[in-house]
């Protein structure tokens, strides 16, 4: 019923930025048209964390590790959130995932590397 897709990993030095984009699509947009997007993260050797999310009123939220670094924002009209990475830090090297949240569906998108050399 929602399929979620992410782009825009990459490899970047420390200091620069990345954006992220993820898209949710599916039938569930018929009966709900507004969401909770998450992006989560994880680095090998440990457990995955969410470091930002968007509610349906645009509410944010993010980790104390990201703060003030990262911005997620949403486009609702075409279902899509970004996350913009800025003065990132090799401690930020990880899979982001997307996690989009509907009613009683959810979905998470297959990953996109982010790794940041020193």
């Known amino acids: 019923q929602v399929q979620v897709v992410e782009s825009g990993g990459g490899l970047v030095q420390a200091g620069g930025s990345l954006r992220l984009s993820c898209t949710a699509s599916?039938?569930?947009?018929?009966?709900?048209?507004?969401?909770?997007y998450g992006w989560y993260r994880q680095a090998p050797g440990k457990q995955r964390e969410l470091v930002a999310s968007?509610?349906?009123?645009?509410?944010?939220n993010y980790a104390d590790s990201v703060k003030g670094r990262f911005t997620i924002s949403r486009d609702t009209a075409k279902n899509m959130v970004s996350l913009q990475m800025d003065t990132l830090k090799p401690e930020d090297t990880a899979v982001y995932y997307c996690?989009?949240?509907?009613?009683?569906?959810?979905?998470w998108g297959q990953g996109t590397q982010v790794t940041v050399s020193s």
């Open positions: 599916g039938s569930i947009f018929s009966i709900y048209t507004m969401g909770w």
């Open positions: 996690k989009f949240v509907a009613g009683p569906y959810d979905a």
């Open positions: 968007i509610g349906s009123t645009g509410r944010t």
